[in-house]
């Protein structure tokens, strides 16, 4: 069993940085790769990032890619989104996710109970 607990969220201006973090539980963590998702109201929750269970290879949907940045600390078991020149479509809840295979399939064992990024123009 993984838990996981986000947080950094909050409100930034467009241009602005944030940086959001995801806490784990669970001896294991080690051995999952993780990612984040962002969903709008009435919208179906996209992909954002993964990255592998080392740290080494991380993934980004095309409209983060330059902007976003993922990483991970496994002694700390906690893996950070650091979200840069944000822009007012970043805005949304943002959910992280666990899964010991693949999270792009949208449909990883774990997720968070999302942390809210709300970007003004």
């Known amino acids: 069993q993984v838990e996981l607990v986000e947080s950094g969220g909050g409100l930034a201006q467009a241009g602005d940085s944030l940086r959001l973090s995801c806490a784990a539980s669970?001896?294991?963590?080690?051995?999952?790769?993780m990612g984040w998702f962002r969903q709008v109201p009435g919208k179906e929750r996209e992909f954002v990032a993964e990255i592998s269970s080392t740290g080494v290879v991380a993934y980004y949907a095309d409209s983060v890619k330059g902007r976003f940045a993922m990483s991970r600390n496994n002694a700390k078991n906690t893996v950070y989104l650091q979200m840069s020149s944000l822009k007012p479509e970043d805005t949304a809840v943002y959910y992280c996710?666990?899964?010991?295979?693949?999270?792009?399939?949208?449909?990883?064992?774990?997720w968070g109970q999302g942390t809210q990024v709300t970007v003004s123009s």
């Open positions: 996710a666990a899964d010991p295979h693949t999270v792009t399939s949208g449909r990883p064992d774990y």
């Open positions: 669970g001896r294991t963590f080690s051995t999952y790769r």
